[in-house]
């Protein structure tokens, strides 16, 4: 299984990104991706879900209302579009794939990508 994240940049406090990780050898409708983020000198924190077969989603507090988790499953990748962008949201952000019992626990994922850079700041 391998994971791609793409779509780093470095955007102006309100301004829009939009992350993908495309998953290879991994099934979308039949696993859950999740985003991760770590900002520098920080642990690394949950920002978002998407489960397998139905695609519930579910967002962290700190992101709820201004990013959105989809899924393409004929290209098998997940998108997490971010708008509203504060300074607080830079970060290495992360996809993770698994099926895990509580999403927002980092050590239920199987795999990971490498990461992507979002930068917000003016």
């Known amino acids: 299984v391998q994971l791609q994240a793409s779509g780093e940049g470095l955007v102006q406090p309100g301004g829009s990104l939009r992350l993908s990780c495309a998953a290879l050898?991994?099934?979308?409708?039949?696993?859950?991706i999740g985003w991760f983020r770590q900002a520098p000198g920080k642990e690394r924190e949950w920002v978002s879900y998407i489960s397998g077969g139905d695609g519930r989603t579910l967002y962290a507090n700190s992101v709820k209302g201004r990013f959105t988790i989809s899924r393409d499953n004929a290209k098998n990748t997940v998108f997490l579009q971010m708008s509203s962008l504060k300074p607080e949201d830079t970060a290495v952000y992360y996809c993770g794939a698994g099926c895990p019992s509580i999403p927002a626990i980092e050590s239920e994922y199987d795999y990971w990508g490498q990461g992507t850079q979002v930068t917000v700041s003016s």
């Open positions: 050898g991994f099934t979308l409708d039949r696993g859950a």
